[in-house]
């Protein structure tokens, strides 16, 4: 049964173990002065006598807590995150601070901590000036002295080792472990059993001191120093215990530090800095301290010794004083002299009386030591010289220790299990903790019957030989050599993959299945599962290693020596061994990131083959999310693995990607550190951070690793970023890595570590010239080749273990001694580099005075009872300043992005040449994005120049405007130019990228200038040939009114000759008949009709004319050139070549095509070019509006003509046949054709009378009924508007419908909605699902013609299934506003004629006028009608109205999926508008492959350059002098260190990875390697290899054969990786 204490005592701790909602499960907390109140309460009722001091004295405690503001749960989480106040260095404060200070300085390893001072405060001060000037009493020096002792005292001071314990009840038990292990490293005693302040229940915190490992080293008989290193928990030492009876003089606290480290104050003691007697919370506290000896002569003790002190009189902790007397192998008891009355004499007798060792030290007893009896000392302290009575003691303490009565060992373990009855443990009564513990045993416990060595090879088996196997295999696939390249990388690849499997095939052993079934399923105790794990595994490992340690540092000290004298045999033999060391110290090494990496494996091998791996108990896809949950709770993540030297990119990625899940994409700042090993870098970031990267010995840190810290709220106002994220890395010049070949390995760790980093530390230490000579060089060389690869990270130099960092002088002159070696190293590197920098600062921004740091020691004297050097602690507490405010300038990067730049880098490095092969995946991403945004920009632009053009056209034919003025076209674009300026500007200022896309802002500015100026000058050009072509078609425009006048009169006149017939509809549509007959066959005699026209057979009769006789099998065998395979056949060679003419059929009909890829390529964009211009040129002649005439014909065969020409002027080594010009004229009319017949038929419904005026009878008729039945002018002249109406109306809404749905579809089409690139993957999409092999070869051949079929299929497919969804509904909504607009200006027409008193002349300006921007209608379109006698404007107006209707219904019914094609001009249907923008492009193709350059500008800045490249084989090409298919990949080609190439056919040979020396074209394209499967082109390869042969002639075989490995790419496959390369 629990007692009533008991309760009492877990309510008041319970008060201070609950802490806020997180994910370990724990409730929300009251605040403590509420809890502690409660506790008050449940002890009333006189439990015991003393009840009254014991509130009295909880009182004092709560106000202590309310005065440090800890009136909730601190957590190690909020103290670890980056603060305000973390970065101000403080030596005073006000006491609500203290408790900030105390562990911002603690964090920091600054024993200085407990020596922060209290600030006045003005109450204070203002008090102690009032007594100053008080009226002084009388009687000089003596009663003004005595008389001011109680005035001038000042108010209670707050005791250091209050706020420290204050701290320590307060703490969440993660912060608990925090603080123990910092105060170890400051070298201060650490609580041992501490009593609750409230219940006085004692807690021994065990947990705290489980992260605690302790070195030493001791000297045997022999002369042989051994190195022990061990967990505090589980060291077995002697322990001496010292406390007091009763009130002493002397400070037992301050004669403990004088036997452990005289010059340090491992105890806090009276006489410490700070020190007051209002001391409440450490009496009846035990601490504990350690001393470790050096193996050195002057060690005080020779084996390491444990001490524990309990403060306050023994007398009052009875229990403590029992644990500690049975726990100790000496106890030491101070008091102030034996009496046999004492109240404490009995248990001073038992002590005397009991086996174990006693020292007693006598305050008032001036006697030098004695033993009193065997193993019972006397020692004085009255009038004695300190240091005397120190040695005194030292020696009977050693006495003491080498006697059997000191024979029993202390070990903490041993506490809780012997005294748990009695004393709370923190690892038993905390169940998370508890569970925590049984997990981590549990996986312990299948260690135990292990060799150390053999560990990781039993239970991580996909981490040795198999991961570092693959690794090998990525480097060289990624280094590809021979001939057949291809076919080599394809063979890795396919080894790669049996690797993984084989790794997949592994079974899971048991130790990673406990570790999955604890942890998986665990989330609230799983930090502590976690830390347990590493705390056992560092306990278990830490001797093994301590003794490896020593033999590898041993062995290299001997082949140092040996390299000295230069014994070569020797040497060799010992370097041998110390390999075989090395290789077994790596093999002992075993850790939770070891256990991660296996995880790693595990994950990269399931996702290699798609498939879970048996026995897992979860989807492999949720490995990643428990380790992201470890970085989210402090863990680090490794993110190089240093024994393989490789970085798991998919694993990282996948962790990133969970990360991100979690948090969302947050901005970090990215903080890395480079040195030479065992510099203290991760003792650095350590201190500055509160970090825990591995810095014991013998677990110096491999590889990479990177850990998140959180910045605190307040803080993100200040700063643009969430978290820090440093990265900690393995030495340079690993001695681990000594004997092979290092200097590459550094070279690419600093890359890579630099490259991640927003700010870089360079580490050195000491002052050695050449170390520090070797390092620098390495690092400049990595920012050297940063700046080609436009990153642009900063740096700061820290300088450690400098002897002197006071003098001023001293530090200049290494500043300038920094800045030369820096310099010459830029010099050294730039050469590598192939770069011009002369000095440091024209690599990276470096200021010497303010980017380098001088550290002082670390240790203040020798290691390892030395605590850190405050000065040190200062200096680090100066660069985490410097740090914070260089990243508060800084925007960071995101998540997602750090995750891109990580497999970019590492991408980039595996390929060796860095700078060549580096992808910027976040500069691409940006990128694209611009050219989106700029797609928005230049088709808003386009778009409202459109409207303007419109409105302008639309004057134009009304003939309100004669000439057209530049000026006053910018003036109406003015507006949106300005809008979209506003954008561009908006988006360079507050995109997230903002920084990477700054490169590009000015040359953007610049392009969207040009392009306004350019889309200004072509609308004036398109307007003018509309102002020329308006007077030109005046005469063809008269005669058409002539008719319809004369119509319109005679039907009049017959209509009154018959209108006593008006109810005989027959007779009267009969008479009609005969008179429409007679006026047609009359205006057909004076205009002759428009024939229909025979494009092609007009070219055949020129081709015959220019030829003089073109053969008439010619016709027969005419061929489409736009599908010809090669174009041998039209070439003839010249003479200067070299080639024999006559022996080319037979040589070609053989094997060997004479005519190169090359050359083919170059005919072919002839054919393009030739044919995009006379595309252009047909769109000038508006045939639509002024007619066909062969003169168009004529023009554009020259046109032709002239390009061949001068083609062939070329310097080519052949012409062309006749059957050239001939087959390619031929061929761009047949493709013309349908355009050329579709405008002359557009004309000529306009303008042939026969088709023109039959469609104009059924209202001609309509009006002959009017006048027969007697209808007013007004009713008929209303009758003549509407259909006049009818053709402007229908052109208005159809333009404006066609304008409309480009817009929609630019927004809502997700072909048509982005940039170039996304255009491209969706039409790679569609060919792959159609599978149609004539339309792949005109995507290659003919990539432009392709983009426009493309379009019009989406347009015209858009407007099929959104026919009565949308395009319907457009037009409608058009034809409404119309009507609208109409009929208000119909009404407003009528109002001013009445308000002016107006005519029907007024009447029809007005309303014509109002139409006038809107329609092609204008009183010209009335000459010759007579309305002289029209009165009536209301009924005019309601004519038009009763008319309109119908006319525009219509209009809606004649409305198809068809009706642009059929209604509109070429320019101005939907699917021309979105060609016009999307071709506005570059279409330049890539040398090697031809694929196009994706760039949305054309003639853009920079390098041309693709997201994925092609198979050559696609194109047609070839194996020099053979008819076998190329294979090569570009960016897998310039990845080979011995493949070349003969650029433009000529015999000069060039490296296909230094392709730019070939200058040309070469020089302008940027191809960086990509070794990725890219399994688009190779799937389609292996899908029309049949088609790809028979189209070219060409064969699959020898070099050009397909590796296997392709022919397993499905089609799913090649489509889903369009959307990770594009």
Request: net charge neutral; charged share 30%; hydrophobic share 35%.
């Amino acid at each position: 049964m629990e007692s009533h204490e008991d309760k009492n005592r877990h309510s008041a701790q319970d008060s201070m173990d609950e802490s806020t909602t997180n994910k370990e499960g724990k409730k929300e907390e009251t605040t403590q002065g509420k809890q502690w109140q409660r506790d008050e309460d449940n002890e009333t009722a006189g439990v015991r006598p003393d009840q009254h001091l014991q509130q009295e004295v909880i009182g004092e405690t709560e106000r202590l807590f309310r005065k440090l503001r800890l009136e909730s749960k601190k957590r190690a989480a909020d103290v670890l995150q980056i603060s305000s106040h973390s970065l101000k260095s403080h030596e005073s404060c006000a006491e609500e601070e203290l408790v900030k200070n105390y562990l911002q300085k603690l964090l920091m390893m600054n024993y200085r901590a407990r020596n922060i001072k209290t600030k006045e405060t003005k109450t204070q001060h203002h008090t102690q000036t009032e007594v100053s000037d008080m009226k002084k009493p009388k009687g000089g020096i003596f009663k003004e002295m005595s008389s001011s002792n109680a005035a001038t005292s000042k108010s209670d001071t707050i005791h250091p080792m209050d706020v420290q314990m204050a701290v320590f009840h307060c703490a969440d038990s993660f912060l608990k472990q925090v603080m123990v292990t910092k105060l170890s490293q400051c070298q201060f005693a650490l609580p041992l059993l501490v009593p609750d302040p409230f219940t006085q229940h004692i807690e021994f915190p065990l947990w705290t001191f489980r992260q605690i490992i302790k070195s030493w080293k001791i000297t045997t008989t022999d002369n042989k120093i051994i190195s022990k290193v061990q967990s505090v928990c589980k060291a077995e030492t002697p322990m001496v215990s010292f406390f007091r009876f009763g009130s002493v003089s002397s400070s037992k606290s301050q004669l403990m530090n004088s036997l452990i480290n005289e010059r340090h104050n491992t105890f806090f003691h009276r006489n410490c800095p700070g020190s007051s007697r209002t001391r409440l919370l450490m009496d009846g506290v035990v601490e504990i301290a350690w001393y470790c000896p050096s193996g050195k002569h002057t060690d005080t003790f020779t084996d390491c010794v444990a001490f524990c002190n309990l403060h306050g009189d023994a007398g009052d902790n009875e229990k403590q004083l029992k644990i500690l007397t049975e726990m100790s192998s000496v106890n030491v008891v101070l008091l102030q002299h034996l009496d046999s009355e004492d109240r404490n004499a009995t248990k001073i007798e038992e002590l005397y009386n009991d086996k174990k060792p006693l020292i007693c030290i006598l305050t008032d007893d001036e006697s030098a030591a004695s033993e009193t009896r065997k193993g019972k000392y006397k020692i004085g302290l009255k009038d004695r010289n300190q240091s005397d009575v120190s040695e005194e003691i030292i020696r009977a303490v050693n006495d003491c220790l080498s006697s059997s009565a000191s024979a029993s060992v202390f070990r903490l373990e041993d506490v809780s299990k012997r005294y748990h009855s009695d004393i709370r443990v923190d690892e038993e009564d905390d169940e998370d903790c508890r569970r925590g513990r049984e997990a981590a045993q549990e996986m312990m416990t299948l260690l135990k019957k292990k060799l150390l060595t053999e560990i990781k090879e039993s239970f991580l088996p996909c981490q040795g030989k198999l991961w570092h196997q693959w690794c090998q295999k990525n480097k060289e696939l990624h280094r590809p050599q021979g001939e057949d390249i291809e076919q080599e990388i394809s063979r890795k690849q396919t080894e790669m993959k049996k690797i993984r499997e084989k790794q997949h095939h592994n079974t899971l052993s048991k130790f990673i299945k406990i570790f999955f079934k604890n942890t998986l399923s665990n989330d609230a105790n799983l930090i502590y599962i976690l830390k347990w794990l590493r705390i056992l595994l560092d306990e278990y490992t830490s001797t093994d290693l301590s003794v490896l340690q020593q033999k590898y540092n041993e062995k290299w000290s001997s082949v140092l020596q040996l390299k000295e004298k230069d014994k070569s045999k020797k040497l060799k033999a010992e370097q041998t061994e110390l390999e075989r060391i090395s290789e077994k110290l790596q093999a002992a090494t075993f850790g939770l990131e070891h256990i991660m990496r296996e995880i790693s494996q595990i994950y990269e091998s399931c996702s290699t083959v798609k498939k879970n791996k048996t026995g897992l108990q979860c989807n492999f896809s949720s490995l990643p999310s428990l380790a992201a949950e470890m970085m989210m709770s402090g863990f680090p993540l490794e993110l190089m693995d240093g024994d393989a030297a490789h970085v798991p990119v998919m694993w990282v990625s996948a962790v990133l990607d969970k990360l991100i899940q979690k948090l969302g994409d947050q901005r970090v700042f990215v903080l890395s550190i480079l040195g030479i090993q065992s510099s203290g870098k991760s003792t650095m970031l350590n201190a500055m951070f509160g970090l825990e990267f591995a810095v014991s010995a013998g677990r110096c840190t491999r590889g990479a690793f990177m850990q998140l810290i959180r910045v605190s709220e307040e803080m993100k106002h200040q700063m643009k970023f969430d978290y820090v994220l440093v990265v900690d890395t393995e030495g340079l010049r690993a001695s681990e890595l000594a004997g092979r070949s290092t200097r590459h390995h550094d070279n690419e760790l600093a890359t890579f570590v630099v490259g991640i980093g927003n700010l870089t530390l360079i580490n050195i230490f000491g002052e050695n010239p050449s170390e520090m000579q070797d390092i620098l060089q390495i690092v400049v060389q990595a920012f050297l080749r940063m700046k080609k690869v436009k990153l642009n990270p900063s740096c700061v130099f820290v300088h450690q273990n400098v002897s002197d960092i006071t003098a001023g002088e001293k530090n200049m002159e290494g500043k300038r001694r920094l800045q030369k070696t820096l310099d010459e190293m830029t010099k050294l590197a730039a050469k590598d580099e192939g770069s011009d920098a002369e000095c440091f600062s024209d690599v990276i921004a470096f200021d010497v005075r303010h980017d380098v740091k001088y550290f002082a020691q670390l240790w203040e004297g020798s290691p390892p009872m030395a605590p850190p050097n405050p000065n040190y602690c200062e200096n680090i507490q100066e660069l985490k300043e410097t740090i914070i405010t260089r990243a508060s300038k800084s925007t960071g990067i995101r998540l997602k992005d750090v995750c891109k730049r990580i497999e970019d880098l590492w991408e980039a490095l595996l390929n060796e040449r860095f700078v060549f092969s580096f992808r910027n995946s976040l500069e691409i991403s940006a990128y694209r994005r611009l050219e989106t945004e700029y797609s928005k920009w230049t088709w808003t632009l386009r778009s409202a120049m459109l409207e303007i053009e419109n409105k302008l056209h639309i004057q134009i034919e009304n003939d309100t405007i004669h000439e057209i003025d530049e000026s006053d076209i910018k003036r109406k674009l003015k507006q949106k130019s300005e809008e979209v300026n506003k954008s561009v500007s908006e988006f360079f200022e507050k995109d997230t990228d903002k920084d990477i896309l700054i490169q590009w802002k000015a040359s953007f500015e610049i392009k969207i200038k040009e392009l306004q100026e350019n889309i200004v000058r072509e609308t004036k050009r398109k307007l003018n040939e509309i102002l020329q072509q308006r007077d030109l078609k005046k005469k063809i425009d008269a005669q058409r009114t002539q008719h319809e006048n004369t119509l319109l009169e005679k039907s009049k006149e017959l209509a009154l000759k018959h209108k006593d017939k008006t109810n005989d509809e027959e007779t009267l549509k009969k008479e009609f008949d005969v008179f429409w007959g007679e006026c047609m066959k009359k205006i057909t005699t004076d205009s002759p009709s428009v024939k229909d026209i025979d494009i092609l057979k007009d070219v055949k009769i020129l081709l015959n004319d220019i030829h003089e006789s073109v053969h008439h099998d010619t016709w027969k065998n005419i061929r489409d050139i736009f599908t010809v395979p090669s174009y041998e056949d039209y070439v003839q060679f010249k003479k200067s070549c070299g080639i024999i003419i006559n022996g080319w059929k037979a040589v070609k009909d053989k094997f060997v095509p004479l005519l190169s890829t090359e050359d083919e390529t170059q005919i072919r964009r002839l054919i393009s070019d030739v044919t995009h211009q006379t595309d252009k040129t047909i769109n000038s002649f508006n045939i639509s509006k002024m007619g066909y005439n062969k003169s168009c014909i004529r023009q554009l065969t020259y046109f032709i003509k002239a390009k061949i020409t001068e083609y062939e002027e070329a310097p080519v080594k052949y012409v062309f046949k006749n059957e050239f010009f001939i087959d390619l004229v031929f061929s761009i009319f047949k493709k013309v054709n349908k355009t050329f017949t579709d405008q002359h038929r557009m004309f000529r419904e306009a303008n042939d009378p026969d088709l023109y005026l039959e469609k104009k009878k059924k209202e001609y008729y309509s009006i002959f009924q009017k006048y027969g039945q007697g209808a007013t002018s007004a009713a008929i002249f209303g009758e003549i508007i509407s259909q006049k109406l009818n053709k402007p109306i229908e052109q208005s809404v159809y333009k404006q419908t066609a304008r409309h749905l480009a817009d929609e579809m630019r927004s809502n089409c997700p072909s048509l909605k982005g940039n170039r690139s996304n255009l491209e993957k969706l039409i790679l999409t569609r060919l792959a699902v159609e599978e149609n092999f004539n339309k792949y070869i005109n995507y290659i051949h003919c990539p432009k013609d392709h983009f426009k079929s493309f379009i019009r299929e989406e347009v015209s497919q858009y407007i099929r299934y959104q026919f009565s969804v949308r395009v319907q509904l457009k037009m409608s909504k058009n034809i409404d506003l119309l009507q609208q607009k109409i009929m208000t200006a119909a009404h407003e027409s009528t109002q001013h004629v009445q308000e002016n008193r107006g005519n029907i002349d007024v009447w029809l300006k007005f309303f014509t006028q109002k139409l006038s921007k809107v329609l092609i209608f204008s009183v010209k379109d009335f000459s010759g009608v007579k309305h002289d006698d029209v009165d009536d404007f209301k009924l005019l107006e309601d004519v038009i109205s009763k008319k309109l209707a119908p006319l525009l219904s219509d209009i809606r019914k004649e409305f198809s999926t068809g009706s642009f094609d059929e209604k509109l001009d070429l320019s101005n249907r939907p699917d021309e508008i979105l060609i016009n923008h999307f071709c506005q492009c570059c279409w330049v193709q890539c040398p090697f492959c031809y694929a196009i350059c994706t760039n949305t500008i054309p003639k853009h800045n920079g390098d041309h350059s693709v997201p994925f490249h092609r198979v050559r084989a696609v194109n047609g090409a070839r194996y020099r002098g053979t008819k076998q298919f190329s294979l090569h990949i570009c960016t897998t080609v310039v990845a080979s260190s011995d493949q070349s190439f003969y650029p433009n056919e000529s015999d000069l040979l060039v490296l296909y990875r230094e392709y730019r020396k070939a200058g040309g074209v070469f020089t302008k394209w940027s191809i960086t390697p990509d070794l990725s499967e890219l399994p688009y082109w190779k799937w389609f390869v292996c899908r029309f290899q049949v088609d790809l042969q028979r189209h070219y002639n060409q064969t699959f075989q020898d070099y050009g054969k397909i590796p296997d490995e392709w022919k397993k790419i499905t089609k799913q496959e090649a489509i889903e990786s369009l959307d990770k390369n594009i």
